[in-house]
């Protein structure tokens, strides 16, 4: 499973140990999880007070829809056709001990 994958997989599966951040966009949905939860790549995807954004390669987006769609479904504005592209912000918040991911759809 890939660290984006079980990154994922961790908020859809513990809301209760993930802190929804409030709504800035309508087509972004923004998450805080605690810095003590083991999570992968820690030190490459979540650098301290830096953002890292990258967009979700195309294949993933394809592969990953389902998952992806529950995200989706929970910004405040939802396009007619969907998304096709999916941005990922990371960053670890160290003064408020959070892993920051934000997920961007268009």
Known sequence: MSALTTILTYIQE???????????????????????VDLPDTEKLFPDMR?????????????????LTTFYQQTEEKQKDGFQDVWITTAHLSDRQLYLVDLSFE
């Not at 929804?20 to 003590?36: C, H, K, M, T, W």
């Not at 953002?51 to 998952?67: F, G, Q, S």
Request: charged share 30%.
């Open 14 to 36: 513990h809301p209760d140990e993930v802190v929804l951040e409030p709504f800035q966009y309508a087509n972004v949905i923004r998450f805080g999880i605690s810095d003590q």
């Open 51 to 67: 953002l890292h954004v990258n967009r979700i390669d195309p294949e993933y987006v394809k592969e990953h829809h389902d998952l």
